[in-house]
């Protein structure tokens, strides 16, 4: 069966043309970025995805009948989120020449580079690709970049699996066309390292073990992906027992490294069907997490791997690209279902899974041992972003420590940043490198922010409905001191925020997640574990960001009188359930029941709304809390 063959009968996406005229990736886009132009067709943007950038405009600077302020948004691909120092300085330097000057570390353990203008493009990959850097296959319809836990733990023979095996999937999905190196580096093939050969082999043998499919098929170029690649993005990590760094849950594919008694690599326990993203008000897309599937022997790892990959090559929807995703086939056959599928490509059947122990959110911020005699050190990065803004200089410092002592780098699956092998010696100058440009220690920090994550959303992001990045610190500290006010000033948890419902930085995952769902208003999910093994559920609807400390007051109330001992505020809102917290709300708080957006507009005079903002903005309270507050208790005096 070919992926050409296996299309559907239904009328395939404009996108599955786009990728069959393509010419395997080359055109439009070589042709277009020839032109003297701002920007590439809507066309060729399709295509520019697999190379790893996205067109997009600084929606700052609309302007009506005027050209959008277009520029190019680059991610880089790099396994387990390896950065070696070459690579880090150069796109550090890439940042400050052609890009916005902050370099962003995202979810996935990538970095993006915004701002790059058309014409500087290709300048910009040719740099990243020559300093041990990539940017193929960052976006587009195939195998994202692969995950795996960021710690360095020399000592633990798992965790260099894991490092490992994220590198070898990564090559073994890799495309195979010679478009990126054409258009992008004059036809030289750039290599930053060496494939191992069993990812060779496996990439070469025609045809697995399958008895009835093949997983491989006779392309002249791509093996694996045929004509029209993946019907939909395809996302694939790989951890050990316990660690859930990487969001396993959330993943296409998960794969767990089980070593024996002494440590040695026996196979994988294999999850697959997880992802997130959704589309508000259309009930057929949702989030979903994944399901374990079964175990394999690590000597068929590639080819199980090559027979999820083809059961959804083959078997995706290629019609409707909301419902492409591989978690829709698997929801829609039943696990059952998917598994003898991919066993039918695979020529074997799977085992039943190895017992694990729970899993667990790690971060691996602040200073450890590696287990060498070295340590490690993850810097926490405020919503990914790396940049330097008034006396805080995170960009510079990091600049100097990695060009000062050479130092490796993996970016984190929640968007911080990991040093290592750093001598013992260095400790100390490092530590001061960065107090002394203004870098919080992990200590310092508070936990809300240390736990929490926020995707770009606006400026940047063309599907934003609403701000992320930018507004999430400020309602980390309007949260804060809500905790503080109902008693529970230390409290900690997982909040993530996007400015729409795709899910970029997993808010479905989240204790408290905020999911943008029209201007300045938000979806509000709860009741996801600390562990991000278990979905959250939408609370509320449309709370108009200024509404939120409303929301919340009663829900962390609730949390105080009523939680277990050591119960964290997912698994209260998981236990409790939604219609008692409601109901609770109601009861408890009747002025701050979910109101969603506030409906009245009343007028005041220079003087007061100046002095509103300013106390607005000491307590960390919003300007409509602070106004409610102060005309009821007014009213009922006069009551
Ligand atoms: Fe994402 C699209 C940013 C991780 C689900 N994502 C986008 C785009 C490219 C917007 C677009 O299509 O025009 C965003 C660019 C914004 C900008 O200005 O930079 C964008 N996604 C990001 C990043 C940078 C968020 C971050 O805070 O770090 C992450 C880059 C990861 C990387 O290095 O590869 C990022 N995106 C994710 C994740 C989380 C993950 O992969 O672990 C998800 C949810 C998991 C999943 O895929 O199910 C995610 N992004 C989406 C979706 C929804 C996909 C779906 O199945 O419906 C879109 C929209 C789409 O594909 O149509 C999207
Ligand atoms: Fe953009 Fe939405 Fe992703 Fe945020 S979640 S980066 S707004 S696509």
Not at 323 to 341: C, N, P, Q, S
Request: charged share 25%; hydrophobic share 35%.
């Amino acid at each position: 069966m070919s992926p050409t063959s296996a299309l559907p009968t239904t009328k395939p996406s404009k996108v599955e043309r786009l990728k069959e005229q393509s010419h395997q990736l080359r055109e439009p886009v070589a042709t277009e970025l020839l032109q003297d132009t701002t920007h590439f067709t809507e066309d060729s943007t399709q295509i520019l995805k697999f190379h790893g950038s996205y067109q997009q405009d600084n929606r700052d600077n609309r302007i009506k009948g005027q050209e959008k302020d277009y520029s190019f948004m680059l991610r880089t691909r790099n396994p387990g989120g390896f950065i070696p120092p070459q690579l880090y300085i150069t796109l550090d330097d890439l940042a400050d020449q052609y890009g916005s000057g902050t370099l962003r570390a995202t979810t996935r353990q990538g970095f993006q580079l915004h701002g790059v203008l058309k014409k500087n493009l290709k300048t910009v990959i040719a740099a990243i690709v020559k300093n041990l850097g990539s940017t193929l296959g960052a976006c587009g319809d195939l195998n994202r970049n692969v995950m795996a836990p960021p710690a360095p733990y020399r000592n633990r023979k798992d965790y260099a699996y894991a490092w490992d095996y994220a590198d070898r999937i990564a090559d073994l999905l890799t495309p195979q066309t010679g478009a990126y190196y054409e258009i992008w580096l004059d036809g030289e093939k750039v290599i930053s390292g060496e494939e191992h050969p069993d990812v060779v082999a496996a990439r070469q043998s025609t045809n697995g073990n399958g008895t009835q499919n093949s997983a491989v098929i006779s392309h002249p170029e791509e093996p694996l992906y045929g004509t029209h690649y993946m019907p939909r993005k395809f996302k694939c990590a790989v951890t050990v027992p316990g660690d859930n760094s990487v969001d396993l849950f959330s993943q296409d594919v998960g794969l767990v490294v089980i070593t024996d008694d002494n440590g040695e690599l026996q196979g994988f326990n294999v999850y697959a069907g997880g992802g997130l993203g959704r589309t508000h008000n259309k009930e057929e897309t949702f989030a979903r997490v994944a399901d374990a599937i079964g175990y394999v022997d690590q000597a068929d790892i590639y080819d199980l791997v090559k027979a999820i990959v083809a059961t959804q090559r083959d078997y995706g929807d290629r019609a409707n690209r909301r419902h492409a995703r591989m978690k829709y086939l698997i929801h829609d056959w039943g696990v059952e279902k998917f598994r003898t599928t991919v066993e039918s490509y695979f020529g074997k059947t799977l085992q039943p899974l190895k017992p694990l122990p729970p899993f667990r959110y790690e971060d691996f911020l602040g200073w450890h041992e590696q287990g060498d005699g070295q340590l490690f050190l993850g810097i926490s990065v405020q919503n990914g972003r790396v940049k330097d803004d008034g006396n805080f200089r995170l960009k510079t410092a990091l600049r100097h420590i990695v060009e000062q002592y050479q130092l490796p780098m993996r970016i984190t699956p929640h968007q911080n940043v990991l040093l290592y092998d750093i001598a013992p010696a260095q400790k100390l100058v490092i530590q001061t490198i960065l107090s002394d440009h203004g870098v919080a220690s992990v200590e310092m920090l508070d936990p809300l922010e240390r736990l929490s994550m926020a995707c770009p959303a606006l400026p940047t992001c063309g599907l934003a409905v609403t701000e992320s990045e930018r507004v999430l610190p400020s309602i980390l500290t309007r949260i804060r001191t809500l905790l503080k006010t109902v008693g529970l000033p230390d409290e900690q948890f997982v909040i993530r925020m996007t400015g729409c419902p795709n899910g970029c930085a997993r808010p479905y995952l989240a204790e408290l997640g905020f999911v943008g769902q029209s201007p300045e208003a938000y979806q509000i999910w709860l009741g996801a574990d600390p562990h991000q093994t278990r979905l959250a559920q939408p609370f509320a609807d449309r709370v108009h960001v200024n509404d939120l400390d409303t929301v919340l007051t009663p829900l962390f109330v609730n949390f105080r009188q009523n939680r277990k001992q050591g119960e964290s505020f997912g698994d209260f809102c998981n236990r409790v359930g939604f219609d008692a917290l409601r109901q609770f709300s109601m009861d408890a708080v009747p002025a701050a029941a979910p109101s969603g957006k506030a409906k009245y507009r009343i007028g005041v005079r220079d003087a007061v709304y100046t002095r509103l903002k300013a106390i607005a903005a000491q307590k960390g309270l919003s300007m409509t809390d602070i106004a409610t507050q102060a005309i009821d208790a007014y009213l009922k005096q006069e009551e």
